[in-house]
């Protein structure tokens, strides 16, 4: 049977094919958090179609310096947990996994909504791109983080959904711990990589005895800030790190990168070829050969051949596509009756704050 059609376990979850709908705000959420009609639809779509698993945009934990972008989901309050657990019926009832993503943005909380936020973060350091200068947060403001992570948790669990996603990549606040960039903290939390990982180990160990040990925990991982020069994160730390989530019993680790300032790490623009594509396999190769829980490529994947080598190779288990699914959330569907390659041409219009754009052009299209 064709690979990408195998099941896989991720832990206690057993996924029916090797695609992953990688989280993707779609800034089509209502405007308090909940969980928008529009965005119903779009699940419903993709589960409709055979996507094995769904990873749900980032929610975020806590309420308003958590906050990433305008129309996000929130996850901060027990009123989420109903509009969570329709969704996850929804996509179970096609057979799907519905997980969700929980994330806080710290110094990539945009104040464009609210001049008087000042944006948390482990250190005081300033985003050229955006010159906003973030607060370094105090050790009590971090316990109560891990707490507002650790109900994140519990709420996932109690909405029936599949798993939980922790959301350490892209410069959010967990990869700014974790990133000797952006943490330059002198206490427990900050230094040494076990005090910079210090935050995810505590909010996993915590969650863990609440939601029990069967339930899927999954992490988004970064493997490069985008920058390799001394004073970023190192493969070296990545591959540590990996090591230390599966030892505190993370199930499944995606792999991906990229900070704010990195323009173009994460979502690469302009993708036409073969070689452009799977642009983290080299650091997810070396990440799973250091782990033995199964590891999700995220980035550029195109094209059936590469997705297929990607599982080969044993740089993955699984492949997760964001951009793709946006223009066409029927395309596991589209690759299981012989599709060779996606239609997105990643010219990255869906960074759109009206909402995905492919995505709604095709629905105003019908
Ligand atoms: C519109 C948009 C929204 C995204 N939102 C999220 C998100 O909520 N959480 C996350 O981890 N990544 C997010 N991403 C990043 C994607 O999940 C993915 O890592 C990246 O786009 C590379 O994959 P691709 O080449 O298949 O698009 C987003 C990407 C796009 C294009």
Redesign the pocket.
């Known amino acids: 049977m064709d690979i990408l059609f195998q099941p896989i376990a991720l832990g206690s979850m057993t996924v029916s094919n090797r695609f992953v709908r ?6 089509i959420g209502g405007s308090d958090g909940t969980l928008s009609e529009a965005e119903f639809a779009l699940y419903r779509e993709l589960a409709q179609n055979g996507t094995g698993l769904i ?4 929610g975020y934990v806590s309420h308003p310096l958590g906050r ?2 305008i129309n ?1 989901n929130g996850i901060y309050d027990d009123r989420f947990i109903d509009g969570y657990r329709r969704l996850a019926e929804t996509v179970q009832s096609f057979g799907s996994k519905l997980v969700v ?1 929980i ?1 806080h943005a710290g110094r990539q909380t945009p104040p464009d909504w609210d001049a008087s936020i000042t944006p948390v973060a482990p250190s005081a350091v300033a985003d050229p791109t955006v010159g906003i200068e973030p607060r370094a947060l105090t050790d009590a403001e971090i316990w109560q983080l891990i707490d507002d992570f650790v109900a994140a948790m519990v709420r996932v669990k109690k909405a029936g959904c599949d798993g939980v ?1 922790l ?1 350490i ?2 410069g ?1 606040l967990l990869s700014q711990f974790l990133s000797p960039y952006t943490n330059k903290r002198t206490d427990n939390w900050g230094g040494s990589l076990e005090n910079r990982t210090r935050i995810i180990k505590e909010i996993i160990c915590r969650g863990r005895k609440l939601v029990g040990c069967e339930f899927p925990v999954l992490v ?1 991982l970064n493997s490069t800030d985008g920058f390799a020069e001394p004073g970023y994160l190192s493969l070296e730390d990545v591959i540590q790190t990996a090591k230390m989530l599966e030892s505190w019993g993370v199930d499944a680790i ?1 792999l ?1 990168g ?1 900070i704010r300032e990195a323009k173009g790490v ?3 623009p302009g ?1 036409k070829d073969v070689q452009q594509e799977a ?1 983290f396999a080299p650091a997810a190769k070396a990440v799973k050969a250091a782990v033995s829980i199964p590891v999700i490529l ?5 094209s059936r051949q590469v997705m297929e080598q990607v599982i080969t190779e044993k740089a993955a288990d699984m492949v ?7 223009k066409q959330p029927d395309l596991v569907r589209r690759f299981r009756e012989g599709a060779a390659k996606v239609e ?1 041409v ?1 010219c ?1 219009a ?3 704050p009206k909402g ?1 754009r492919c995505y709604l052009e095709a629905k105003t299209n019908v």
Not at 22 to 27: I, L, Q
Not at 298 to 302: D, F, I, M, T
């Open positions: 990688s989280a993707t705000h779609d800034y990873i749900t945009a980032h990433g972008s996000q993503q994330s996603q959301h990549a892209h959010y988004k995606e991906s990229g994460m979502s690469r993708i642009y995220v980035g550029g994947l195109r997760a596509l964001s951009r793709p699914f946006v997105c990643s990255n869906c960074f759109n995905l």
